[in-house]
């Protein structure tokens, strides 16, 4: 895409704005969900780290 319209007076496209804040926040969307599946990760770690410690000592945990 670019930010040229034969069909403006100024020759802006009048997308381009649009197209950009649509890119920039799909960029961050990315980044966000890259560091939330990194988190959910650790915190999987460690409930399976919390599940075998009361597993090993016969404590039972609630179960859904």
Known sequence: MENYCAFSKNHKCLNWTDYELTRYELEEAG????????????????????????????????VE
Do not use: F, M, T, V
């Open 31 to 62: 980044s966000l969900c890259q560091a939330n599946w990194i988190e959910i990760e650790r915190k999987n770690e460690y409930i399976q780290l919390l599940q075998a410690l009361l597993n090993d000592h016969g404590i039972p945990y609630p």
